[in-house]
Structures are given as structure tokens and as C-alpha cells.
């Protein structure tokens, strides 16, 4: 049984690998619109918001960019799922050995 698990999950670990090489751009972040006068909800504008080394950044976004700019964050949060699956497979498929050589061990 352990063996079969073994192979289904390097074969996921396959596919997570060629899905990852073919993403587009990404950035992390979320995208708000934010107001000027927010009692008024005049003047609106957009803001990206994100943390990177340890650090809170954020950057005003032009309207036409908008819809790329979710297009990237959704990539992002894409490549961040498939590659925290990666990293359960990995330490399910190293513990799936350790028990494969412990039973080898003990026979």
C-alpha cells in the first residue's frame, strides 16, 4: 500500500511541478479601492498592498491596470497553494519511506 501512495504523490509532484512552470506573471497583495473622502466616496483610487521580506509595501494602481494587476495576485495565490501541496506531499512521502525502511529493516 505504501508504495502505491508513494507513486501517487510523485506523480502529483509531477503535475504540480509542470503546472507551476507554466504560470504567467504573479505578485502578491490585494487590490482596494480606496477614497479620498470616504464619508463622500469621492475620489476614489487603487491600492496594492503586500508584505515582502519582512516588509509592508504599497502602491497606487492605475484603473487600467486593474484588472491585470487581479489577474497577477490570483496567479500568486495559485502558486502559493500548489506549492504548499508540494511541500505536504514531500514530507507525506518521506515519512511513507521512513516506514518502507523500517519494515525492511525489521524483516
Same mark, same amino acid.
Given at each position: 500500500?505504501?508504495?502505491?501512495?508513494?507513486?501517487?504523490?510523485?506523480?502529483?509532484?509531477? &503535475?504540480?511541478?509542470?503546472?507551476? $512552470?507554466?504560470?504567467?506573471?504573479?505578485?502578491?497583495?490585494?487590490?482596494? !479601492?480606496?477614497?479620498?473622502?470616504?464619508?463622500?466616496?469621492?475620489?476614489?483610487?487603487?491600492?496594492?498592498?503586500? $508584505? &515582502?521580506?519582512? &516588509?509592508?509595501?504599497? !502602491?497606487?494602481?492605475?484603473?487600467?491596470?486593474?484588472?491585470?494587476?487581479?489577474?497577477?495576485?490570483?496567479?500568486?495565490?495559485?502558486?502559493?497553494?500548489?506549492?504548499?501541496?508540494?511541500?505536504?506531499?514531500?514530507?507525506?512521502?518521506?515519512?511513507?519511506?521512513?516506514?518502507?525502511?523500517?519494515?525492511?529493516?525489521?524483516?
Amino acid at each position: 500500500m505504501n508504495k502505491n501512495r508513494i507513486q501517487q504523490i510523485e506523480n502529483r509532484i509531477i &503535475r504540480i511541478k509542470d503546472l507551476l $512552470t507554466k504560470m504567467g506573471p504573479m505578485r502578491p497583495g490585494s487590490l482596494t !479601492q480606496q477614497y479620498k473622502h470616504p464619508k463622500e466616496k469621492k475620489g476614489s483610487y487603487w491600492q496594492l498592498s503586500y $508584505t &515582502r521580506g519582512m &516588509r509592508g509595501r504599497s !502602491q497606487y494602481v492605475r484603473p487600467e491596470w486593474v484588472a491585470e494587476i487581479r489577474k497577477q495576485i490570483k496567479t500568486y495565490k495559485k502558486f502559493k497553494s500548489l506549492i504548499d501541496e508540494w511541500v505536504d506531499l514531500g514530507i507525506e512521502v518521506s515519512k511513507l519511506r521512513m516506514q518502507l525502511d523500517k519494515k525492511k529493516s525489521a524483516e
